[in-house]
Structure formats: C-alpha cells, structure tokens
C-alpha cells in the first residue's frame, strides 16, 4: 500500500530550488507553461487559451492534492522566489507500487540544471515518503530534451513505449529497495 497523505502539502529544497503547492498569484506563470507553444510542442494536453483556465487548472490541482490524488509542486528559485516551472507525480496505482511524472520549465530557465535537481528531489519522495517502487514518464519519441534528462538521471525505455501510441515513449525508474541518499 502506497503512503499517501499529501496534507500538510511536502514542500522540497534542494540547493536552489523551493517546491511548493500552486497559488491562485501564479496563474501568469502557469498560463505561460500552458499556452507556450514550444513547452507544449510535445505534450499531448489541452492549452490554456485565457487567464481564467489558468486559474481553473490550479484550482483542479489542489483539489485533487486535498483528496491524495496526485502532487503537483510549482518550482520556484530560492533566492527570487520566481515560479519558473511545474513537476507533478499522479496515477498512483497501489497494485502496481508505481506512478508517473511529468514536468515542465518556462523556456527562459531551461538550460541551467533546474529540472534535474527538481526530478532528483522529487524522485526522492515518491521512493523513500510514497513508497512507490516505479516512477514512470510518458513522452514523445522526439522530446529529446526529456529523454536527456531522464537518462542523466537512470530512466531506462521501457516495454510499455508504443503500447499506448506509436509516438509515445514510457521511461521507468525502479528503486533498488533501499531508501534513496
Ligand atoms: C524537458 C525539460 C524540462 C528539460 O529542461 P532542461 O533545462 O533541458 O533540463 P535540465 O534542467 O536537466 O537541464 C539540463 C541542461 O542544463 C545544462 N546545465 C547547465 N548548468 C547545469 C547544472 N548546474 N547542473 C546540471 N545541468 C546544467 C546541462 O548541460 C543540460 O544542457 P544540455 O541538454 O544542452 O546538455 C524542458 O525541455 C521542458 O520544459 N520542455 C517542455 C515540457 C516538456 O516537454 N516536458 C516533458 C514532458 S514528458
């Protein structure tokens, strides 16, 4: 059974980065991640056409981090506390002992080594917190600033890449069974 109680929301530091839960002031910054149309070049997911679906996703996700559905963190630097992208852990499955990932970053901060330190915080939680044996990550065959990423950190293709569609890719970390350092 996977532990999940995301109420006190786990805010995660790492050396430059705070992650923490989405605020209704963000909705600029998640408007931008979500019309931008090079971040969302590869990502099969409805656009934010209007300030207010900006709005309306944020309230979406918090309700479900109230009802321990999933966990969507926005990443902000500590030391501006600018909101510079999203990463998120949903369809926990407890038969399975897995979960996926995604993430995303605003163009101007891609780059510099922020997603890596934020997957690697990230991953951290849902093996040694969650219990979660796997974490998956869906993406596009061409997304190869994802697959760069996932590879730095271990993720491996896995069996299920093409099994939902000929262009998506399913990239899977299993822990090793002991608490990641
Ligand atoms: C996927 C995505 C988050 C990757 O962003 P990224 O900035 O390339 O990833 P990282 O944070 O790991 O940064 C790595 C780059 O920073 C460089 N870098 C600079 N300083 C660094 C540091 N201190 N530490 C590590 N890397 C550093 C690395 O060399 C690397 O550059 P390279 O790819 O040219 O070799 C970004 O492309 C994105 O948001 N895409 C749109 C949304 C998307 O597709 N999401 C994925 C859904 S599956």
């Known amino acids: 059974m996977l532990s ?4 006190p929301f ?5 050396e430059r980065l705070i992650l923490r839960q989405l605020l209704v002031d963000d909705e600029q910054e998640i408007f931008t991640l979500r019309s931008d149309s090079e971040i969302n070049k590869y990502l099969d997911r409805q656009v934010s056409s209007t ?16 009802k321990n559905g999933s966990l969507y963190w926005g990443i902000t630097l500590s030391d501006t506390n600018i909101l510079v992208g999203t990463i998120c852990l949903f369809s926990f ?3 399975n002992g897995n979960c996926e990932m995604g ?4 163009t101007n901060f891609q780059g510099q080594g922020i997603m890596k330190e934020a997957v690697q915080k990230v991953m951290k939680y849902a093996f040694n917190t969650i219990k979660v044996k796997k974490i998956e990550a869906f993406l596009h065959r061409d997304n190869q600033s994802s697959i760069n990423l996932l590879e730095r950190l271990s993720f491996r293709n896995s069996d299920k890449s093409g099994a939902v569609s000929p262009e998506l890719l399913c990239y899977r970390l299993t822990n090793s069974g002991n608490d990641l350092k």
Request: proline content about 3%; charged content about 25%; hydrophobic content about 40%.
């Open 51 to 66: 300030i207010e679906d900006a709005r309306n996703f944020i309230n979406q996700v918090n309700e479900n981090i109230t």
């Open 93 to 95: 499955s407890d038969e």
């Open 10 to 14: 786990p805010i995660l530091i790492t």
């Open 103 to 106: 993430y995303e970053l605003l």
């Open 4 to 7: 999940k109680v995301f109420s």
